[in-house]
T-cell receptor, first 112, second 114 residues
Framework: RKEVEQDPGPFNVPEGATVAFNCTYS??????FFWYRQDCRKEPKLLMS???SGNEDGRFTAQLNRASQYISLLIRDSKLSDSATYLCVVNISPNAGNMLTFGGGTRLMVKP | DAGVTQSPTHLIKTRGQQVTLRCSPI?????VSWYQQVLGQGPQFIFQ???????GRGNFPDRFSARQFPNYSSELNVNALLLGDSALYLC?????????????FGQGTRLTVV
């Protein structure tokens, strides 16, 4: 079983739609959580951190359920520029280390 | 301000060769991590260095090694290259090794092994 699992998609949605991505993680020792965005053939960039209380940044809302080991990302009013791969990321700190564990990514395509 | 810089951007090697990839973190950042991203998958953790010491190692064979220099730049070395080592190699820079600090990625080195 993968440590971080995501539906690979693609999710094809029209402009203006609301779309939700889910992610599950297996390591209960995971301590911090993020969504990264990766455009085609580019490096990942932090979209937002995810907190237990849930957090919102403009059209983006992230939620964390520690009991179910589940993370979600909601995008409202989708724009063409939102087309990208969205990576669910958890941070595990074994020993003195600090490693980001990535899901396989969910591909979003927003169409006119 | 310069972001994370990696060199070279593209590289083609033959099986059995050795390769060295380089990374310069953002100025003031002391933590550097390396990730391998195979096409169609998410990045996979290889190493983390902080203050020139190895702080974490992923599930990669001993053919992979790295080091961090006094100026916090880093090199990733891969020996005895295999076809399966073909991937995008990403370097991530953090101001410290604490878990909640944001990781900034370089544009990556795309390695093709033929």
């Amino acid at each position: 079983r993968k440590e971080v699992e995501q539906d690979p998609g693609p999710f094809n949605v029209p402009e203006g739609a609301t779309v939700a991505f889910n992610c599950t993680y297996s390591n209960s020792a995971s301590q911090s959580f993020f969504w990264y965005r990766q455009d085609c053939r580019k490096e990942p960039k932090l979209l937002m951190s995810v907190y237990s209380s849930g957090n919102e940044d403009g059209r983006f809302t992230a939620q964390l359920n520690r009991a179910s080991q589940y993370i979600s990302l909601l995008i409202r009013d989708s724009k063409l520029s939102d087309s990208a791969t969205y990576l669910c990321v958890v941070n595990i700190s074994p020993n003195a280390g600090n490693m980001l564990t990535f899901g396989g990514g969910t591909r979003l395509m927003v169409k006119p | 301000d310069a972001g994370v810089t990696q060199s070279p951007t593209h590289l083609i090697k033959t099986r059995g060769q050795q390769v060295t990839l380089r990374c310069s973190p953002i100025s003031g950042h002391k933590s550097v991590s390396w990730y391998q991203q195979v096409l169609g998958q998410g990045p996979q953790f290889i190493f983390q260095y902080y203050e020139k010491e190895e702080r974490g190692r992923g599930n990669f064979p001993d053919r992979f090694s790295a080091r961090q220099f006094p100026n916090y730049s880093s090199e990733l070395n891969v020996n005895a290259l295999l076809l399966g080592d073909s991937a995008l190699y990403l370097c991530a820079s953090r101001i410290s090794h604490f878990m909640n600090t944001e990781a900034f990625f370089g544009q990556g080195t795309r390695l093709t092994v033929v």
